[in-house]
């Protein structure tokens, strides 16, 4: 294979970003496109209210094939690898479908909803020969890949403390009113957990592994007429004793995004796309140790982190895909790892719901029970709330 022909499956907000940057590609082509409703395959635009900028201002579909059916897509013999970018509720099916006819996968976050169906799409994976990569891209963010760097080659030493507050994800309410599968449990299976922070998650455990265990708070619309979470705080215990804090919410405003990592040889802060580092003049625990002085304090050693400055984002990971699947690179997001990101928000959230500690690895069949709680819950109680898939995909029927 010398060009990678790619299928995108969804064209919304991040499905058009998707369709923006592909043509930028090394050794890759966009050769079909696929949405439920009609309309968006002739009037493709790009995001007008997103995270992301996208440049392209007129997008040509004219010799793309396009599909209203994921599977006959897949069947079509026009694409030998897919970019998932439809709400994260039919993740999993589709992921699992592609692993099925040998088509590599790209697959947006959150990989799925549960902590099972997860793994389910690993086992799958894992019966196929194909590439399965999961679209963190901030991941290749130069100040994230620092701190990666920092934590591994022993310039931190030993992590006593981890501080993130995570608030920068402010949403107002019309954000939530923009689709009805926004901001419940039926159709979007979370809120700010599920929604905003699988990067968060993602990185967090890529810094530090999966905590021993957790106790969260968790508020169901606090800040705004939905039924999922808007509002968490979480305390874990790391594999090393260390104890890390997690603070989350759309409803910030200004927001705050610091990550603070307290450890042997100082302290690093993460802030404002800026890395400094409090250098301690000996390590922390010996100063703790063998200080005569009561109230030890000294001056740390300033040092402001030089992180090289490039690119990164959704096309460096779709990039490193490609280069994967031709045989060039390893792969910088692998698909089965993003189960880790939603085995630490089903842990916060049955913490935060039920008001207990919870220990990994979280416990699939108490934490799908407490979904289904919630899906009832929220039928019975705001019905207004509740948002039918099934109902939505037969309206674009012929």
């Known amino acids: 294979m010398k060009k990678v022909r790619f299928g995108l499956i969804g064209l ?38 997103f995270d992301h900028d996208t440049a392209a201002a007129d997008f040509d579909v004219s010799n793309i094939a396009k599909f209203t059916d994921y599977r006959a897509m897949l069947d079509s013999g026009k694409v030998d690898a897919i970019i998932i970018a439809v709400p994260h509720y039919f993740h999993p099916e589709m992921a699992k479908e592609a692993f099925r006819r040998g088509i590599h996968v790209i697959c947006e976050k959150p990989v799925a909803i549960t902590s099972r169906e997860a793994r389910e799409m690993n086992a799958a ?127 910030d405003s200004p927001g705050t ?44 050693e300033v040092i402001e982190v030089p992180v090289e400055a490039k690119e990164y984002g959704h096309r460096f990971i779709t990039q490193n895909v490609v280069n994967t699947i031709l045989g060039k690179e390893q792969l910088l997001a692998p698909g089965t790892e993003g189960i880790k990101s939603v085995q630490l928000a089903n842990a916060i959230l049955l913490s935060g719901v039920r008001g207990k500690p919870v220990e990994f690895p979280v416990c699939e069949d108490e934490f799908d029970q407490l979904l289904e709680e919630l899906r009832t819950h929220e039928r019975q109680h705001a019905p207004d709330k509740v948002f039918d898939w099934e109902a939505y995909l037969s309206s674009f029927e012929d």
């Open 12 to 49: 919304g907000n991040i499905g058009s970003h998707h369709f923006s940057y592909l043509p930028e590609l090394e050794n890759a082509e966009l050769t079909a496109i696929c949405d439920v409703d009609k309309s968006k395959l002739t009037d493709l635009k790009p995001p007008q209210d």
């Open 125 to 251: 994976h894992a019966d196929s020969d194909v590439v399965f990569g999961a679209m963190f891209q901030q991941r290749t963010d130069p100040v994230h890949l620092k701190v990666k760097e920092m934590l591994e080659d022993g310039t931190l030493g030993n992590i006593r403390r981890v501080n993130w507050i995570i608030t920068s994800w402010f949403r107002t309410q019309t954000y939530y009113d923009s689709g009805g599968w926004r901001g419940n449990w039926t159709g979007e299976g979370g809120g700010v957990l599920m929604n905003q922070c699988p990067h968060n998650l993602d990185l967090f455990q890529w810094f530090f592994g999966l905590p021993k265990k957790l106790s969260a708070l968790v508020y169901l619309g606090k800040w705004h007429d939905i039924t999922v979470d808007d509002d968490v705080s979480v305390i874990m215990e790391l594999e090393n004793g260390a104890t890390a804090s997690f603070i989350t919410t759309t409803a």
């Open 257 to 300: 995004n610091r990550l603070e990592i307290a450890a042997d040889h100082g302290k690093l802060v993460l802030e404002g796309g800026k890395i400094t580092f409090f250098r301690t003049e000996q390590p922390v625990q010996k100063i703790l140790d063998e200080s005569d002085k009561g109230f030890y304090s000294s001056r740390p």
